[in-house]
């Protein structure tokens, strides 16, 4: 009974996400594969529509044969896991002290007014989710968010009308 039950929670991640997540395992010692972690909560978070639910989660903890409060404690630390459903367009904005110095604050603004919604909120018809980050790592192209896989630096309200607007 417990073995099918242990069985039921892995398949929950898809084969092909088992398949990557095999592939960062691979990455480890034999004996280390709890460190795919932040890999195998991507992997599921993305194939799950850009969120980690809680049987998502135990699943990767079954999955990589760890307690599931240790993936809880991964999940809930870093800001790239989301614990409730998002936008198909995420915006992470950094406001850090470099892009805040560069006008973040105004790009905040702007977005907000322009989508009608404030920082950690999803538009009416689920297209774009805001989110305030820390730190994206690009400080010397501030103003900036990410969207996806890309940062757009050096954003003027002109040019973020211009990114969504070319956004489906």
Same mark, same amino acid.
């Given at each position: %009974?417990?073995?099918? %039950? /242990?069985?039921?929670? +892995? *398949?929950?991640?898809?084969?092909?996400?088992?398949?990557?997540?095999?592939?960062?395992?691979?990455?480890?010692?034999? *004996?280390?594969?709890?460190?795919?972690?932040?890999?195998?909560?991507? +992997?599921?978070? /993305?194939?799950?529509?850009?969120?980690?639910?809680?049987?998502?989660?135990?699943?990767?903890?079954?999955?990589?044969?760890?307690?599931?409060?240790?993936?809880?404690?991964?999940?809930?630390?870093?800001? %790239?896991?989301?614990?409730?459903?998002?936008?198909?367009?995420?915006? @992470?904005?950094? =406001?850090?002290?470099? @892009?805040?110095?560069?006008?973040?604050?105004?790009?905040?603004?702007?977005?907000?007014?322009?989508?009608?919604? !404030?920082?950690?909120?999803?538009?009416?018809?689920?297209?774009?989710?805001?989110?305030?980050?820390? @730190?994206?790592?690009? @400080?010397?192209?501030?103003?900036?968010?990410? +969207?996806?896989? =890309?940062?757009?630096?050096?954003?003027?309200? /002109? !040019?973020?009308?211009?990114?969504?607007?070319?956004? *489906?």
């Amino acid at each position: %009974m417990a073995a099918r %039950m /242990e069985q039921e929670k +892995i *398949d929950l991640i898809s084969p092909t996400s088992r398949e990557q997540i095999d592939a960062w395992i691979a990455k480890y010692p034999a *004996d280390q594969k709890q460190s795919a972690v932040m890999a195998a909560l991507s +992997i599921v978070q /993305e194939a799950n529509g850009g969120w980690l639910t809680t049987e998502l989660m135990d699943a990767v903890a079954q999955y990589l044969q760890m307690p599931p409060i240790s993936v809880y404690e991964v999940a809930s630390f870093y800001s %790239m896991y989301e614990h409730k459903p998002v936008g198909r367009h995420k915006i @992470c904005v950094c =406001t850090n002290i470099s @892009c805040l110095l560069c006008g973040s604050d105004e790009v905040v603004e702007h977005l907000q007014n322009k989508l009608g919604i !404030k920082m950690g909120q999803t538009t009416p018809d689920g297209k774009f989710t805001l989110k305030i980050v820390e @730190c994206l790592g690009a @400080c010397v192209g501030g103003p900036m968010f990410q +969207i996806g896989n =890309t940062y757009y630096e050096y954003l003027t309200p /002109e !040019k973020i009308d211009t990114i969504l607007d070319s956004l *489906d």
